[in-house]
């Protein structure tokens, strides 16, 4: 079992043209099986095989991951991801990532328990978990890059998060669509800069990432 998902991770990694090294693949399978076995106790998420553990969690979030490199390396190298749950997007980017710097938040003290672990069992440094709401964020923290999956809605991710974007930041928004409704309501003051269209290795379904940045920041 463990050697087949093995394969399915290295073959979409390379899919996703990701170049790694078979630590990084070690980590991200130790990650998926720490998943599975906390989910049997505190229900972090719906999945529960961990074939698709690795395709909608691990390779659905690493899909974003050179394009959440690239921006915040243009920035302060700081990225904040706000209800991360189980930790995604960011704990699988900051695999690749070391030289940036995540900063993981949610208000349930299960998932940033469960993060916790993640991070001192894969030696992740560079990764900061808090169990806090958003709103509790200190002001004076900014942030190149603040990203979601599936948190909330684009008005309501904007408006409890622009205080902490830093000049030229960006938002960045795991979305599985993106309907007009949702876009009109973005405020007047915020645009969206691009819309991709994201192919997960090995899964049928559709996925956006919704990229956001204040208008006076050109």
Known sequence: MISDNKELLIEGLKELDIETNPEQVEKLLKYSELILKWNKTYNLTAIRENKDVVIKHILDSLAVCKILEKIASEGNKKVLDVGCGAGLPSLPCSVFSPN??????????????????????????????????????????????????????????????????????????????????????????????????????????TRVLVIMKRKEDK
């Open 100 to 205: 940036l710097y995540f900063t993981l938040v949610d208000s349930v003290g299960k998932k940033i328990a469960f993060v916790m672990q993640v991070v001192t069992l894969l030696s992740l440094k560079h990764v900061s978990p808090k169990h806090e709401r958003i709103e509790s964020e200190p002001t004076e923290n900014k942030y190149s890059v603040i990203t979601s999956r599936a948190f909330t809605s684009l008005v309501n991710f904007v408006n409890l998060t622009e205080r902490l974007l830093e000049k030229n930041g960006r938002w960045l928004a795991l979305k599985a669509k993106l309907t007009e409704e949702e876009k009109s309501e973005i405020p007047s003051n915020i645009e969206i800069e691009a819309i991709e269209k994201l192919t997960i290795p090995f899964l049928d379904e």
